[in-house]
């Protein structure tokens, strides 16, 4: 694999998890977890939004 090199980072905000047969953020925390670490991120409710937000302590 070829090396990755950034100018500048990009700050992340949150990843929001959206799947028609996830009706809990705990769910949808554990889904996420199928794909990737999830250390560190948190329930963020966004009012209006079926989907699940999740974002570090700092978002």
Known sequence: MDPVTADAWLRFGGIRVYLSDTTSAESALAR??????????????????????FATADS
């Open 32 to 53: 996420l977890r199928d794909f990737t670490a999830t250390d560190g991120l948190s329930y963020s409710p966004s009012p209006n939004s079926p989907s699940f937000r």
